[in-house]
Nanobody, 123 residues
Framework: QVELVESGGGLVQAGGSLRLSCAAS????????MGWFRQAPGKEREFVAAIGWSGSSTSYADSVKGRFTISRLNAANTMYLQMNSLKPEDTAVYYC????????????????WGQGTQVTVSS
């Protein structure tokens, strides 16, 4: 089991940037594929981005491709999500998640979740 804690959310104007962090503790961080998901009010939780064990493999939802960048620093047990050119439709609670099931992007394939951090983008 790994414990995950997100930080870095906040209120930003459209076009602005935020960097989210996800700090992990517990089992070996490098053994997990990591992902970011988000959930807007009244909507299903959706995939945002995923990163492989070493950080060399990444995947993005089409809605954030070219604007968001996922990265990880295994030595610091931390994953990041750099969000640029933010839009009001990016407003959501952002969750980090971890899985040992391999290279997956579906939320029900992730077993460990953080508590979430709110991102609000004003127009």
């Amino acid at each position: 089991q790994v414990e995950l804690v997100e930080s870095g959310g906040g209120l930003v104007q459209a076009g602005g940037s935020l960097r989210l962090s996800c700090a992990a503790s517990g089992r070996t961080f490098s053994g997990y594929v990591m992902g970011w998901f988000r959930q807007a009010p009244g909507k299903e939780r959706e995939f945002v981005a995923a990163i492989g064990w070493s950080g060399s493999s990444t995947s993005y939802a089409d809605s954030v491709k070219g604007r968001f960048t996922i990265s990880r620093l295994n030595a610091a047990n931390t994953m990041y999500l750099q969000m640029n050119s933010l839009k009001p439709e990016d407003t959501a609670v952002y969750y980090c998640a971890a899985t040992v099931r391999g290279w997956v992007t579906k939320k029900n394939e992730y077993d460990n979740w953080g508590q979430g951090t709110q991102v609000t983008v004003s127009s």
